[in-house]
Nanobody, 116 residues
């Protein structure tokens, strides 16, 4: 059973930074597409950033220039470095993985709160 475990969420002031981590169990991590999504109450889950197996990245317009997604295949881990955080970045952040069979997996989420 594949598991995704997120960490790194918390409370941060506007303008601050946080780094989220997501570690995946299982094999062949380097072949998998990884991503971060976020959701706030009453809204649909939205894409934040993705990174493919070959390292290509994609970002939502709202986070371009502030967030950076990266991966360490040796550690089965994907990261989301979040800088210049804004109150509107407050959400539950979910790690997503699509394996080489096209099967999707989700983490349980980690809460990020941006507030003074």
């Amino acid at each position: 059973q594949v598991q995704l475990v997120e960490s790194g969420g918390g409370l941060v002031q506007p303008g601050g930074s946080l780094r989220l981590s997501c570690t995946a169990s299982g094999s062949f991590f380097s072949l998998n597409h990884m991503g971060w999504y976020r959701q706030t109450p009453g809204k649909e889950r939205e894409l934040v950033a993705t990174i493919t197996s070959d390292g290509s990245t994609n970002y939502a317009d709202s986070v371009k220039g502030r967030f950076t997604i990266s991966r360490d295949n040796a550690k089965n881990t994907v990261y989301l470095q979040m800088n210049s955080l804004k109150p509107e970045d407050t959400a539950v952040y979910y790690c997503h993985m699509r394996n080489h069979y096209g099967i999707d997996y989700w983490g349980k989420g980690t809460l990020v709160t941006v507030s003074s």
